[in-house]
């Protein structure tokens, strides 16, 4: 298991993690969540020794995490950490080498993961004249070639098209089936919600939420009516911190008090018209990492290159 405690980390005058904890057990994923510029990618280079750490530890079974214990770990950073002008099957099998895997067992693996990713007919092309969809799945294959205990993906789904997210998506519940731990960050959170059944979210170098998706979703303070009327109709709700969140002439979404009834919400609306559809939801995690972080804008941020991103 990984076992990130209390770490913190300053770069000068910015505190890009602030008493960070979480853990990730056998077998798990874990969605790393946050901002830009909210600390997952420091977290992340802390894991991998890549940075030191101010404060805190970070373990790996209990036990502090050893050189010889890292070379089991495989790390996909967000930018691109490949010898552009090296072929791809040359690639591979020199990071699994690097790993620890002898000559022979370096070529099995990395046949194994570019049939495994889809780019085994581009073999021995440079991965400098790859697009970037296909450097993105070379990445992958390089933090898999060696049978990691430990995955560390920083951005794992970007760049790629869905019929390579569904690849990937299939990968990580191999994984998962053998028993290996999986942290990965993501702005794309339909995916998280599809993968990962707990998610981290940072913000400002900060763990505020660390949870079961749906425990997460139940406990937020606010839920979602929609209601679709028989034909086009003015609602005006009367209900207390009511807030509109669509409409059109047949329909209205409001987001409401997670203590409001739901048979309140749909009287209130029958008094306005003939209602054919209603649903009374918590929110999704969207929704929940938004209200989390307290930024209507959070996933439309520039990507930013500081340090602390």
Do not use: C
């Amino acid at each position: 298991m990984l076992d990130v405690r209390n770490v913190r980390k300053r770069f000068g005058d910015v505190v890009a993690l602030d008493d960070v904890s979480f853990s990730v057990g056998r077998g798990a994923v874990v969605g790393f969540l946050g901002p830009n510029g909210s600390g997952k990618t420091t977290t992340m280079r802390a894991v991998m020794n890549l940075i030191s750490i101010d404060g805190g530890e970070i373990t790996w079974d209990g036990a502090p995490i050893t050189g010889e214990v890292r070379r089991q770990f495989g790390y996909m950073p967000a930018e691109r950490g490949m010898y552009p002008k090296m072929t791809v099957r040359h690639q591979l099998v020199y990071f699994a080498r690097l790993a620890g895997l002898s000559a022979g067992q370096a070529a099995t693996a990395a046949e194994t993961w570019m049939e495994r990713v889809g780019v085994a007919g581009r073999a021995n092309d440079e991965v400098q004249a790859l697009s970037s969809g296909n450097q993105q799945r070379v990445q992958l294959a390089i933090a898999l070639v060696h049978e990691p205990s430990l995955l560390i993906l920083d951005e794992p789904f970007s760049g790629l098209d869905p019929m390579a997210v569904e690849n990937m998506k299939g990968i990580l519940h191999d994984q998962l089936e053998l028993g290996r731990s999986v942290l990965f960050s993501s702005h794309q959170l339909d995916l998280v919600s599809d993968i990962s059944r707990h998610v981290v979210i940072v913000d400002r170098g900060r763990v505020v939420l660390d949870g079961d998706v749906r425990e997460l979703r139940e406990q937020a303070e606010f839920r979602y009516a929609s209601i679709t009327f028989a034909a086009p109709t003015v609602w005006q709700p009367t209900l207390d911190r009511a807030h509109e969140v669509e409409r059109s002439e047949r329909f209205v979404r409001l987001q409401l008090p997670a203590d409001i009834e739901p048979a309140t919400v749909l009287a209130d609306a029958g008094r306005s018209g003939q209602v054919v559809a209603f649903t009374f939801t918590p929110p999704d995690l969207s929704e929940v990492f938004l209200a989390s972080v307290g930024r209507s804008n959070a996933l439309d941020e520039v990507e930013s290159v500081d340090v602390a991103s």
